[in-house]
C-alpha cells in the first residue's frame, strides 16, 4: 500500500504563492504516475496536475497552467504543487493521487489509486 501525505497549505492573499508537498511512504511511487486534484465545497473533485514516473511529462487544467507547477524529486518520494499567482477560485482541499501508470499519466480522479487526506488551501480577496 502507498501513503500519501500532503502539506504546505494555508491561507494566502490573492496574487501570492503558496508550494504544496506530497510526501510518500510504504511501496515505492517512484514509478507512478502522480496527480493533484482539488475540491471546494459542493463542487467536486476537479483535475489540477499530473506527472509522469520519470517527471518528463507534466499536465495541467486550463485553468492552473501558467501559474502551476508540478515536479517530483524521486530520491526523496516527494511530490510538489508549486502555486503562483494565485486567486480566490483557487481556494479548495488540494489533493494528492498516486497510480502505477507506466505508460500514461491518468488525469481523472477515478484513475487514481491512492490518495491522501488533503489540505485546505484559501485564497483571500
Known amino acids: 500500500q502507498v501513503q500519501l501525505v500532503e502539506s504546505g497549505g494555508g491561507l494566502v492573499q490573492a496574487g501570492g504563492s503558496l508550494r504544496l508537498s506530497c510526501a510518500a511512504s510504504?511501496?515505492?511511487?517512484?514509478?507512478?504516475?502522480m496527480g493533484w486534484f482539488r475540491q471546494a465545497p459542493g463542487k467536486e473533485r476537479d483535475f489540477v496536475a499530473a506527472i509522469s514516473w520519470s517527471g518528463g511529462n507534466t499536465y495541467y487544467a486550463h485553468s492552473v497552467k501558467g501559474r502551476f507547477t508540478i515536479s517530483r524529486d524521486n530520491a526523496k518520494s516527494t511530490v510538489y504543487l508549486q502555486m503562483n499567482s494565485l486567486q480566490p477560485e483557487d481556494t479548495a482541499v488540494y489533493y494528492c493521487?498516486?497510480?502505477?501508470?507506466?505508460?500514461?499519466?491518468?488525469?481523472?480522479?477515478?484513475?487514481?489509486?491512492?490518495w491522501g487526506q488533503g489540505t485546505q488551501v484559501t485564497v483571500s480577496s
Open positions: 510504504g511501496r515505492t511511487v517512484s514509478r507512478y504516475s
Open positions: 493521487a498516486a497510480d502505477p501508470s507506466y505508460y500514461t499519466v491518468p488525469l481523472n480522479s477515478g484513475s487514481y489509486r491512492h
